[in-house]
């Protein structure tokens, strides 16, 4: 696959919608004049939006099926790792699971390969700073107007400035600091490559409001995945200057927090006003084997184990909950509870090949924007370790780490290509003995004038 611009206005613009509502950023607007109590994705609007983009999505598949589809053939990893959600809701599909959730998720992902195909990787990124631009827009003036619609913490925390955590129509405080610390890392990284361009204050503005949004949502998981992303960031493209302050200053830091962590962990946890069982996760991960084991090889499908009466009630019980969890909040435990061991060890193979190529890919290259997918997926995977957003339908994590490991996938085969036409570890080609001349005629059979091997012609 090129990384050539190849999308039609049609495309950029739904692309720009769908980006859009997959960033939560006006999720909260879906309930507004329903039932109290109702959520969001329960109402007839959220549904009927949803399915719109479903349909729009796969008829633009259809469309570029000659582009898409080689995406997971490619990527084998990755569709395997869907197989695996609908080989485990087959054999679920009896007593738990839930199909129309997994069509969305199953949608999610192909939309993060229908982009990664159409889109090169700096159209993605003008695509993702005019969403965040949007979504900061909104975001303000829905703050400005009416606060926060949901309830923004139960346990009455602050956030990092010591105010009210404001959340807007973001459905959670993380989905918020998610958006906006994504946003954040990227229009650093542009403005920081593209120095001097006349839309450079304006890039700078969008950064310092993302983090403004970031901090004033209280979301200590996405600071910690911002801090892990601008280190690979500022660290990988340190390597590639000449300047290399930035990298000591990396090192020295990381370090010394490391020593701190280590001795006593209670210092960051504290730092981000959070305790040292993560809010409650750690007791839930303490009894994740009891419902794995339970289901070790396929799992209960992708919603299969929070269904009512499932195992997420028989978890609550023993836990002395009032209520079933909702998820166990991390990412690859909810992997192995849905899908078994056969698609969590597939969810590992594809980090593996994602980091190992984005690094591979980010060693290559001088430019901050091009160090961004590596960065990023390292910090979508901390994020992932307090947080079950990847892969969930309808959200942005999922479509950013995939759209990411696609567009990685794509760059490193056109390196390895370039690589194997330059050949520059190849053995020099072998030297020929000199081919025997014929032996010359006599003179008197040769025309005079002529070349001594040139035979006489009559």
Not at 178 to 200: C, D, E, K, P, Q
Request: charged share 15%.
């Amino acid at each position: 696959m090129n990384d050539r611009s190849t999308a039609r206005p049609f495309e950029h613009a739904f692309a720009i919608v769908a980006l859009f509502l997959f960033s939560g950023v006006v999720y909260a607007a879906f309930a507004v004049g329903s039932d109290i109590g109702t959520k969001s994705g329960e109402t007839l609007l959220y549904k009927a939006v949803w399915a719109t983009i479903c349909l729009t999505l796969w008829y633009l598949i259809a469309l570029r099926y000659r582009s898409v589809l080689p995406i997971f053939a490619r990527n084998f990893p990755v569709t395997l790792f869907m197989f695996s959600y609908i080989i485990s809701e087959i054999i679920n599909s009896g007593e738990f699971g839930d199909t129309i959730r997994l069509v969305l998720l199953l949608s999610t992902i192909a939309f993060s390969a229908w982009l990664a195909s159409v889109f090169s990787l700096e159209q993605i990124y003008k695509l993702l700073v005019t969403t965040f631009f949007s979504a900061i827009v909104a975001h303000a003036l829905v703050v400005g107007l009416f606060g926060s619609i949901f309830e923004a913490d139960a346990m009455e925390r602050k956030n990092f400035l010591g105010l009210e955590i404001v959340l807007g129509l973001f459905g959670h405080k993380n989905q918020t600091g998610l958006l906006f610390g994504i946003s954040f890392v990227l229009l650093y990284a542009i403005s920081t490559t593209f120095r001097g361009t006349n839309n450079h204050n304006i890039i700078r503005i969008g950064a310092a409001l993302s983090g403004l949004f970031l901090l004033l949502s209280g979301s200590a998981l996405a600071i910690v995945m911002v801090l892990a992303s601008l280190s690979v960031l500022v660290w990988v493209s340190s390597l590639n200057s000449k300047n290399r302050v930035w990298l000591q200053v990396a090192t020295v830091i990381t370090f010394c927090g490391a020593v701190a962590t280590a001795f006593d962990p209670d210092l960051l946890f504290g730092a981000l006003g959070r305790s040292s069982d993560l809010t409650g996760r750690t007791p839930l991960w303490d009894h994740w084997h009891e419902s794995f084991l339970d289901q070790p090889w396929f799992g209960y499908g992708y919603t299969g184990f929070f269904v009512e009466n499932g195992p997420a009630r028989l978890l609550a019980y023993r836990l002395g909950f009032a209520g079933p969890p909702s998820n166990f909040h991390n990412s690859y435990l909810d992997i192995g509870i849905q899908t078994g061991a056969f698609g969590l060890l597939l969810m590992v193979a594809i980090i593996w090949l994602a980091l190992w190529r984005g690094t591979i890919i980010a060693l290559n290259s001088r430019r901050m924007t091009d160090v961004f997918p590596l960065a990023m997926l390292v910090g979508l995977c901390v994020y992932a370790c307090g947080e079950s957003n990847i892969p969930t339908h309808n959200n942005f994590a999922t479509v950013m780490f995939f759209t990411l490991y696609f567009k990685i996938t794509s760059l490193y085969g056109s390196l390895e290509n370039r690589r194997n036409r330059r050949r520059p570890f190849a053995s020099p080609a072998p030297t020929l003995p000199p081919r025997n001349r014929a032996t010359s005629l006599a003179a008197e059979g040769r025309v005079p004038g002529t070349s001594s091997d040139m035979p006489k012609v009559s």
